[in-house]
Nanobody
């Protein structure tokens, strides 16, 4: 069983930046992939950004391309999501996800609210 713990969620104004962190209690370099999802009120959970551990390739939802960057620090077993130029529509609970070769794990989520 892998534990994922997100942090960094906050209330920010439109146009500001925020970085989310996801700390794992296992070596993330052994995973197949990690990702960030989000779920806004009354909406389905959606993929925000995903990275394949081997090779480091990443893909993003169209709505966040050129604004968000997914990255990781293997030494700290931590996944990050750098979010720039935040918009009110980015408001959601953000979840960390790990695919450990068929075993899937989720964090508890962290709230991001973008509002003036």
């Amino acid at each position: 069983q892998v534990q994922l713990m997100e942090s960094g969620g906050a209330l920010v104004q439109p146009g500001e930046s925020l970085t989310l962190s996801c700390a794992a209690d296992a070596g993330i370099s052994s995973f197949y992939a990690m990702a960030w999802y989000r779920q806004a009120p009354e909406k389905e959970r959606e993929l925000v950004a995903r990275t394949i551990i081997t090779g480091g390739s990443a893909n993003y939802a169209d709505s966040v391309k050129d604004r968000f960057i997914i990255s990781r620090d293997d030494a700290k077993n931590t996944l990050y999501l750098q979010m720039d130029s935040l918009k009110p529509e980015d408001t959601a609970v953000y979840y960390c996800y790990a695919d450990s070769w068929g075993y899937n794990y989720w964090g508890q989520g962290t709230q991001v609210t973008v509002s003036s």
